[in-house]
T-cell receptor
Framework: AQSVTQPDIHITVSEGASLELRCNYS??????LFWYVQSPGQGLQLLLK??????LVQGIKGFEAEFKRSQSSFNLRKPSVHWSDAAEYFC??????????FGAGTRLTVKP | DAGVTQSPTHLIKTRGQHVTLRCSPI?????VSWYQQVLGQGPQFIFQ???????GRGNFPDRFSARQFPNYSSELNVNALLLGDSALYLC???????????FGPGTRLTVT
């Protein structure tokens, strides 16, 4: 069964600093991988996705993620964090059946 | 283009009551999925519907049911509400051309 682990419950970074959020997945085949962002009380917004091909994918808002099959990881990165990036970030794995499995989320706090 | 819409925004119910949540997908999307997000956790998959047929079901009791209409909108019904059903209920739609899902703002259900 597919599953997702986000090891970091909460991360605090200073504005302008770089960011990396970790995600590990368990899946029998090549997975569909996603990162979503959720502001308080809101729905989820798709940041980026990986299906196949180039393992470094670019997303919206300056985010990127790298798929590493050998490590079963799909970590999210941003070179310079802005105060507006403070939110909850979810990694998810999907399949052809379209049922997605989400991690527990990482809450990002940005210090001024 | 309008995104996924959900109604109502907020709802307060009493234990034992029944509730119906509604979702309209993005125009052209034929698949709708429902998720439950308890505070502090990632979304949990409840149902997926495609072309009015149930395509997937998560690990939820039979008190939860759903249906999809000819215009691809969907309803989620929950009977005999329990305090533990209090959560944000998210609807997501996807197109026939990709597994990524686009989420609505959610319905916040509080059971007292």
């Amino acid at each position: 069964a597919q599953s997702v682990t986000q090891p970091d419950i909460h991360i605090t970074v200073s504005e302008g600093a770089s960011l990396e959020l970790r995600c590990n997945y368990s899946y029998g085949a090549t997975p569909y991988l996603f990162w979503y962002v959720q502001s308080p009380g809101q729905g989820l917004q798709l940041l980026l996705k990986y299906f196949s091909g180039d393992t470094l994918v670019q997303g919206i808002k300056g985010f990127e993620a790298e798929f590493k099959r050998s490590q079963s990881s799909f970590n999210l990165r941003k070179p310079s964090v802005h105060w507006s990036d403070a939110a909850e970030y979810f990694c998810a794995v999907g399949s052809n059946n379209n049922d997605m499995r989400f991690g527990a989320g990482t809450r990002l706090t940005v210090k001024p | 283009d309008a995104g996924v819409t959900q109604s109502p925004t907020h709802l307060i119910k009493t234990r034992g009551q029944h509730v119906t949540l509604r979702c309209s997908p993005i125009s052209g999307h034929k698949s709708v999925s429902w998720y439950q997000q308890v505070l502090g956790q990632g979304p949990q998959f409840i149902f997926q519907y495609y072309e009015k047929e149930e395509r997937g079901r998560g690990n939820f009791p039979d008190r939860f049911s759903a249906r999809q209409f000819p215009n691809y909108s969907s309803e989620l019904n929950v009977n005999a509400l329990l305090l533990g059903d209090s959560a944000l209920y998210l609807c997501a739609s996807s197109s026939p051309w990709g597994p990524e899902q686009y989420f609505g703002p959610g319905t916040r259900l509080t059971v007292t």
